[in-house]
T-cell receptor, first 117, second 116 residues
Framework: GAVVSQHPSRVICKSGTSVKIECRSL??????MFWYRQFPKQSLMLMAT?????????EQGVEKDKFLINHASLTLSTLTVTSAHPEDSSFYIC?????????????FGAGTRLSVL | KNQVEQSPQSLIILEGKNCTLQ??????????LRWYKQDTGRGPVSLTI?????NTKSNGRYTATLDADTKQSSLHITASQLSDSASYIC???????????????FGTGTLLAVQP
C-alpha cells in the first residue's frame, strides 16, 4: 500500500515552545491530508483537513491559531502546535488521501507522541 | 447522528484461537466501511474496505463482513497470533451531499490481547 511518513515520532518540549510535525506522502500525491488527535484508549478525533494550496478546514472546537497547518505541496503537510502547554500532550496522527477505483482511501502516518512538560 | 459502535471493548484470547469483533453503525449516507489495525503507539493500518455492494472481504487471516441492511459489520480473525494484539478500529465513510469529500467516522475500537 501507499506510504505516509510522519516525523518526528516522539517529541518532548517545554511549555510555551512551538512544535512542528511533518506528514509526507512518499509515493503518491495527496491533494488532501488530515490531522487527527488521539487520547489514550480513545478513538481518533479529526482536527482539521489540509488542502494543498488553500487554507485548512478546522473542526469545531479546534483553534486554528493554536494548531497551524500548512499544505505547501502535494506531498507535504505540516502541523505546528504553537505555544504548547501540557494539555496539548497527545498522540497526533496524519493521513493522506488517495483516490483508488472510485474510492478515497486514507493512509495513515505512524503518529507523533507529543509530551509538553 | 452518525455513530460507529464497536464491541467488545476489549478481548483476551489464547494464541491460535479465532475471534470475531463487531461493529454497528448509524451513518448516512453510507459510502464504505473499513477495518483498521492500530498497534500501540502507531498509526492505523488498513485491513479491509467494503462498499455497499460487498458483503465479505478477506485479507489473509482477517475476514470482514458487511450487512448494509442491518448496518452491521464483523471482523473475524482466524488462528490468532501474538502479533495480532492491537486495537481494531471500525471506520465508516459518509458521503457528503454535493461533494467528493468522504468524512470518516471512527469507532472507539476493540483492544485485542492474544496470550501465549
Amino acid at each position: 500500500g501507499a506510504v505516509v511518513s510522519q516525523h518526528p515520532s516522539r517529541v518532548i518540549c517545554k511549555s510555551g515552545t512551538s512544535v512542528k510535525i511533518e506528514c509526507r506522502s512518499l509515493d503518491f500525491q495527496a491533494t488532501t491530508m488530515f490531522w487527527y488527535r488521539q487520547f489514550p484508549k480513545q478513538s481518533l478525533m479529526l482536527m482539521a483537513t489540509s488542502n494543498e494550496g488553500s487554507k485548512a478546514t478546522y473542526e469545531q472546537g479546534v483553534e486554528k491559531d493554536k494548531f497551524l497547518i500548512n499544505h505547501a505541496s502535494l506531498t507535504l503537510s505540516t502541523l505546528t502546535v504553537t505555544s504548547a502547554h501540557p494539555e496539548d500532550s497527545s498522540f497526533y496522527i496524519c493521513s493522506a488521501r488517495m483516490a483508488s477505483g472510485g474510492i478515497n482511501i486514507q493512509y495513515f502516518g505512524a503518529g507523533t507522541r507529543l509530551s509538553v512538560l | 447522528k452518525n455513530q460507529v459502535e464497536q464491541s467488545p471493548q476489549s478481548l483476551i484470547i489464547l494464541e491460535g484461537k479465532n475471534c470475531t469483533l463487531q461493529c454497528n453503525y448509524t451513518v448516512s449516507p453510507f459510502s464504505n466501511l473499513r477495518w483498521y489495525k492500530q498497534d500501540t503507539g502507531r498509526g492505523p493500518v488498513s485491513l479491509t474496505i467494503m462498499t455497499f455492494s460487498e458483503n465479505t472481504k478477506s485479507n489473509g487471516r482477517y475476514t470482514a463482513t458487511l450487512d448494509a441492511d442491518t448496518k452491521q459489520s464483523s471482523l473475524h480473525i482466524t488462528a490468532s497470533q501474538l502479533s495480532d494484539s492491537a486495537s481494531y478500529i471500525c471506520v465508516v465513510s459518509a458521503m457528503n451531499y454535493g461533494g467528493a469529500t468522504n468524512k470518516l467516522i471512527f469507532g472507539t475500537g476493540t483492544l485485542l490481547a492474544v496470550q501465549p
